[in-house]
């Protein structure tokens, strides 16, 4: 089982390396201000027990853990050693949790709270969930046509919330996205989350195949709540496909590729069972400008809706007209 708050490269990606002495970019969201001073520490490190590593990457380190208090299991977020005395890094943790505790929706994960252990290091306690990331979930389950458009009205009902919240997400990839035990899906990792219309993202923060060209290059404008519609497009490219909207051989290669004029391939070459109107949607969604995309999630999963219920019919009908 996965947590999903931890950042492994993602299928077929490689991920950025990240040099020694760098600390994640801080970002400047308006509802994350909060700083240590006006964000009291809600945990003690003596409050938890860790079980088990589930995540990795080049910030920090995600363990399933388990609360003294209730016994209730809990995944805790550290930053790696190199960064405990980083003030900037620090922050950066310390907003993301700022973020998602203003975000209420069965689809974001939840965040409790954060502490300090031994030598200062900051640390993130969040809900445990029980289940895969869309990666195990593609490679292991297979989805259906239909269960990747149930996945996108998922994902879609919870970006909302975080967009009428002025937030972008900034990494939606499919480590990032989980699916319960339920049947339902959970986004987490807001570690990249930052206010729409927000420069200057460093190339390490994202995952290439999956990042937007506004988050590599400004001349394609803002960061905005459409490099998330973005994001939705290469989830949706994923679960259809197998494999990023972009995938070279190298982080360079992926780079350039994702800021060419070269538009991205339609998901129906690789899987000739994508009915037309998806194929254009997830298309559409993977515009180089982001002018070219949906204006907002709502029309997004509006599409998915509509999608949905023509699947659905033209299964009803087939069944209906198969001998009995």
């Known amino acids: 089982m996965n947590s999903g708050v931890g950042r492994l490269s993602d299928n077929g990606v490689p991920t950025a390396p990240l040099p020694k002495d760098a600390a994640p970019q801080a970002a400047q969201s308006t509802v994350a201000a909060e700083l240590p001073s006006q964000f009291p520490a809600t945990f003690d490190f003596a409050d938890v027990v860790l079980q088990r590593l589930v995540g990795q990457g080049a910030f920090g380190r995600v363990y399933q853990a388990c609360l003294k208090t209730d016994q209730s299991s809990v995944a805790v977020k550290f930053l790696r050693k190199r960064f405990w005395d980083d003030s900037k890094a620090s922050e950066q943790l310390l907003r993301e949790v700022a973020i998602v505790s203003r975000l209420a929706h069965q689809g974001i994960v939840k965040h409790y709270g954060w502490g300090r252990r031994l030598q200062n290091a900051v640390f993130a306690v969040m809900e445990w969930i029980d289940g895969d990331d869309l990666t195990v979930w593609q490679q292991q389950s297979h989805p ?19 967009h009428q919240s002025g937030i972008v997400h900034g990494d939606l990839t499919p480590r990032n996205v989980i699916r319960r035990c339920d049947d339902s899906f959970v986004v987490t990792d807001f570690g990249f989350g930052r206010s729409a219309g927000e420069q200057g993202i460093e190339v390490s923060a994202g995952t290439p195949g999956f990042l937007a060209p506004e988050q590599l290059c400004d001349a394609f404008g803002s960061v905005s709540p459409r490099t998330d519609i973005y ?24 780079m350039a590729a994702t800021l060419s004029l070269t538009r991205v391939e339609s998901v129906s070459t690789i899987n000739k069972a994508v009915p037309p109107l998806l194929d254009e949607l997830v298309s559409a969604c993977l515009a180089k400008e ?30 209906s007209s198969e001998p009995r």
Do not use: K, M, Y
């Open 290 to 319: 982001p002018s070219d995309r949906p204006r907002s999630v709502l029309e997004v999963r509006s599409c998915l809706e509509h999608t949905l219920q023509l699947a659905v019919e033209r299964d009803s009908s087939r069944s």
């Open 144 to 162: 259906t046509i239909e269960d990747v458009i149930r996945c996108g009205l998922n994902v879609c009902n919870a970006v909302e919330t975080v």
């Open 231 to 254: 994001g939705i497009g290469g989830l949706l490219f994923f679960l259809l496909s197998g494999r990023p909207p972009v995938a070279r051989p190298s982080i360079a290669d992926s």
